[in-house]
């Protein structure tokens, strides 16, 4: 879910930039957002592969 909202979040940014609108803030908000869930997903990996017997 982080993943999928932060890349339409840096998408919004990205069209906002090509119509000359304010970017900035969504494409941080977004960045963060995608970074957030890769962590997540890593960390959900990490624990998964750590708890195998």
Do not use: P
């Not at 879910?1 to 990205?14: D, F, H, Q, R, T």
Request: net charge positive; aromatic share 14%; with cysteine.
């Amino acid at each position: 879910m982080l993943n999928g909202l932060g890349l339409s979040m840096v998408g919004e940014a990205i069209i906002a930039k090509s119509n000359g609108e304010a970017w900035f803030l969504f494409g941080t908000f977004g960045l963060i957002l995608v970074n957030s869930g890769l962590c997540f997903f890593g960390t959900a990996v990490g624990i998964r592969y750590a708890n195998r017997s």
